[in-house]
Antibody, heavy 115, light 108 residues
Framework: EVQLVESGGGLVQPGGSLRLSCAASGFTFSSYWMTWVRQAPGKGLEWVANIKQDGSEKYYVDSVKGRFTISRDNAKNSLYLQMNSLRAEDSAVYYC????????WGQGTLVSVSS | EIVLTQSPGTLSLSPGERATLSCRASQSISKSYLGWYQQKPGQAPRLLIYDTSSRATGIPDRFSGSGSGTDFTLTISRLEPEDFAVYYCHQYDGSPRTFGPGTKVEIK
């Protein structure tokens, strides 16, 4: 059974940083593209970033380019999202999901950016 | 960027009725790289349909997807009580990937 468990969310001041993690199990993590998707409170889904199996390709939505970095550690079956220069509009539940088709999702971790 | 528009914004139907949800793309989506997701309050989204018309594992056959180019449809043949939720389309053809704004299917 595929399991994705996000962690690392919390309350941070504008301009601050957070590192989100996604622990994966139940599938061959190193064989899958992985994706981060976020959802602001009461709003729709927003695709944030994805990363190729070996980490050689990474793509981002324009609003986070230069501030967020997606990475992975296949030895630890883990996906990460380093978030710097956080803004109020980055406040959301952040989900990790598998592959391009997003066939499995974690339960999400809440990031709140506020002073 | 491929912009996805979903209609209607809200669909009010009764259990047993047929639901037809539309997703329109601002430019053609090649290789049918479009999916549909269901989300209930407080839960993560769940994949229903991928590659326009393929049902994900465990998804009942009352859910079907169709379309091509810029126009795509999710059909729920007979609504069950558990189907009342928000539905999102998502394209994974262009970069960045994008989602539609969602269609809420509510009980009439």
């Amino acid at each position: 059974e595929v399991q994705l468990v996000e962690s690392g969310g919390g309350l941070v001041q504008p301009g601050g940083s957070l590192r989100l993690s996604c622990a994966a199990s139940g599938f061959t993590f190193s064989s899958y593209w992985m994706t981060w998707v976020r959802q602001a409170p009461g709003k729709g889904l927003e695709w944030v970033a994805n990363i190729k199996q070996d980490g050689s390709e990474k793509y981002y939505v324009d609003s986070v380019k230069g501030r967020f970095t997606i990475s992975r550690d296949n030895a630890k079956n883990s996906l990460y999202l380093q978030m710097n220069s956080l803004r109020a509009e980055d406040s959301a539940v952040y989900y990790c999901a598998t592959r391009w088709i997003l066939d499995d999702w974690g339960q999400g971790t809440l990031v709140s950016v506020s002073s | 960027e491929i912009v996805l528009t979903q209609s209607p914004g809200t669909l009010s139907l009764s259990p047993g009725e047929r639901a037809t949800l539309s997703c329109r793309a601002s430019q053609s989506i090649s290789k049918s790289y479009l999916g549909w997701y269901q989300q209930k309050p407080g839960q993560a989204p769940r994949l229903l349909i991928y590659d326009t018309s393929s049902r994900a594992t465990g998804i009942p056959d009352r859910f079907s997807g169709s379309g091509s180019g810029t126009d795509f449809t999710l059909t729920i043949s007979r609504l069950e009580p558990e189907d009342f939720a928000v539905y999102y389309c998502h394209q994974y053809d262009g970069s960045p990937r994008t989602f539609g704004p969602g269609t809420k299917v509510e009980i009439k």
